[in-house]
């Protein structure tokens, strides 16, 4: 039996993501084996994180695992997202500062959406936001799906959100264990590029790695659009590469640790008043094709 | 010339068009009725989630296959969000950038890795 020992906290941020991927290190080597994942220590566990936290356990898939010393106000929350390990037992979320966990089929983007709309954009304690923030909020997470399914070539997406009504924002994470935007940008160029370069360049605008003659290379760019306006933050973390962008500075990290996959956190502004009001309206027949 | 009007919400069979999938079957039926020189008229009403993915795939794509003289002579919309038009001129450009920066490809790849 493998035991792994859980840090004081995972938040989402850069050493969040690193404590994640050390124990998908761990894990992966690992078949039919007992793996106990053990929280004596932890004392905060941010609920969007389980979405990484899920890829890993389904990574594994041939092991038991085991989640031990879980703090009962953390198996609260947990259960709150209905997380799978509990096989979907729910409690009731009063406060309702957690959006579901939720593992997808990347062919279903259509659920997908609609689990948006439900769990995410209709929750009680959204504040009255404008309807095209909420329509911005849900076009960057389903560009990101979507990046999951076309760039990552995996089978699943797993993603879980929390809450933090206090601070005015909401954390979105969404994980695909697949192919990361290193190994694509390595098969692409043909260079042995560094995790840190690879997502510097995947998130300019204008780059992609299709060959195909379906153009791509903007949904990053949308996104970083769309949260600069907000105020909110995104952060990537990919092979062993860690990424984000807040208040228009952008920083780039080596990680330590190999994560075989890409994680992406959207950090939403939920207390936005912009009215996101266009420059110039375009007529319909103003579009030069 | 013949006008055809494709009715979006029909052909994604939602309010959502948001899938690679749905984008590609919109640009095979505008590649049908632009290959008997039909006049095509997109109509998005009642569409309230768009992304870029569809768009690349439902019109990004015909960049590949018809220029744009052509396509401002066959094609228009009616009915866009004004945001989504914002970004339907974005995929426009977008496309057409991406079939001209293939033949210079290698350039760009050795301007961003070179100095690794």
């Not at chain 2, 760009?108 to 070179?114: K, L, N, S």
């Amino acid at each position: 039996m493998l035991t792994i020992q859980l840090p004081h906290t995972i938040d989402s941020d850069q050493q969040g993501f690193a404590s994640l991927a050390n124990i998908y290190q761990q894990v992966k080597p690992c078949q039919f084996e007992t793996i106990q994942l053990d929280f004596q220590n932890t004392t905060w566990f941010d609920a969007n994180m389980l979405a990484m936290l899920g890829a890993i356990m389904e990574s594994a898939w041939t092991n038991d695992f085991d989640i031990v010393n879980l703090r009962p106000e953390q198996e609260k929350i947990f259960k709150k997202t209905r997380y799978s390990y509990f096989g979907g037992e729910s409690l009731p979320d009063s406060y309702q500062t957690t959006v579901e966990y939720r593992k997808s089929k990347v062919s279903e983007i259509g659920s997908f959406e609609k689990y948006l709309e439900k769990k995410l954009l209709a929750h009680s304690k959204m504040p009255s936001m404008s309807a095209l923030l909420r329509k911005k909020i849900k076009e960057s997470i389903l560009e990101i799906f979507n990046n999951a399914r076309t760039h990552g070539k995996c089978k699943f997406v797993f993603s879980c959100g929390q809450y933090y009504p206090q601070k005015g924002r909401l954390d979105f994470t969404i994980v695909d264990i697949g192919n990361t935007i290193r190994k694509n940008v390595r098969d692409y160029s043909g260079r042995k590029v560094s995790g840190k370069k690879a997502i510097e360049w995947a998130v300019r605008e204008n780059t992609t790695t299709r060959k195909d003659n379906i153009p791509g290379g903007l949904g990053f760019t949308l996104i970083r659009d769309f949260l600069r306006k907000n105020k909110g933050k995104i952060q990537i973390t990919s092979a062993d590469g860690y990424w984000f962008e807040k208040n228009d500075k952008s920083v780039s990290k080596k990680l330590d640790v190999f994560f075989k996959g890409t994680a992406v956190n959207l950090e939403f502004n939920i207390n936005d008043t912009s009215s996101y009001c266009l420059s110039s309206e375009i007529e319909d027949m103003d579009i030069a094709f | 010339m013949e006008r055809k009007t494709i009715n979006i919400f029909d052909v994604v069979g939602g309010k959502a068009a948001v899938s690679t999938e749905d984008g590609d079957r919109l640009f095979e039926t505008i590649s049908a009725f632009l290959g008997k020189d039909f006049e095509v008229v997109l109509d998005f009403v009642n569409i309230e989630t768009l992304t870029s993915t569809f768009l690349n795939a439902a019109i990004g794509q015909l960049y590949n296959k018809y220029d744009s003289p052509f396509l401002r002579k066959h094609l228009s919309t009616s009915n866009l969000q004004p945001e989504d038009k914002e970004l339907m001129v974005k995929i426009i450009e977008r496309a057409k950038e991406y079939f001209k920066d293939k033949e210079n490809l290698e350039k760009d790849i050795r301007e961003a890795f070179d100095d690794e």
